[in-house]
């Protein structure tokens, strides 16, 4: 919390993007030291403005080459690459002068050879399902895995009224769509 807003910075886990590119997650509605609705928009605009970051490939935009949007990822300006430098020299006191963890630097260019092999080009492709509510999006092996898991451990003793106890093939459903989610999202 800094100045009465907070920023949620999730780091992107797109395979070839770049480990500094963030996207900021949806907010939900928080209200400064004045009791105001804090405005994001006019947030990221002052912060545009004052070049802590632009849209990556932002210039392109005006040709009518262009389609689609910057994927999430964004260039720092002179203040963004010093408070990104101020955050990175704080992690590394801390963990690696504290905490005695060790720091590395990798390369953020993967070969496809190496993607390749990893199973990644023919079989990367998560399957996702959105919330309605929250509007997050969820991957779909993970949802039904916890769903499942969730009524097998609820279902099997059925000691509460509110949920009976599951039958045999019920739980032997359950477990053979568990199976087929296991096996049909490895990478193995």
Not at 60 to 84: E, K, M
Not at 98 to 115: A, G, K, Q, S
């Amino acid at each position: 919390m800094a100045h009465g807003f907070h920023l949620d910075l999730v780091q992107t886990d797109k395979v070839l993007a770049s480990p500094n590119a963030i996207h900021v997650s949806a907010m939900v509605p928080t209200t400064i030291p004045k009791g105001e609705t804090f405005d994001r928009s006019l947030f990221e605009s002052l912060m545009k403005r004052r070049f802590f970051f632009t849209e990556s490939f932002e210039i392109y935009r005006v040709s009518a080459n262009f389609n689609g949007d910057n994927c999430g990822l964004y260039d720092y300006g002179p203040p963004g690459c010093a408070l990104q430098a101020n955050i990175a020299d704080l992690w590394r006191k801390h963990s690696v002068m504290e905490e005695n963890m060790l720091e590395l630097d990798f390369t953020v260019i993967t070969p496809e050879r190496v993607l390749g092999t990893s199973g990644h080009v023919d079989k990367f492709a998560d399957w996702m399902c959105k919330d309605p509510v929250k509007g997050e999006y969820l991957r779909a092996d993970h949802l039904i895995k916890s769903v499942l898991e969730s009524r097998l451990t609820r279902g099997v003793d059925g000691s509460s009224k509110d949920l009976p106890k599951l039958d045999e093939s019920i739980i032997g459903e359950y477990n053979d769509i568990l199976a087929k989610v296991t096996s049909h999202f490895s990478l193995d």
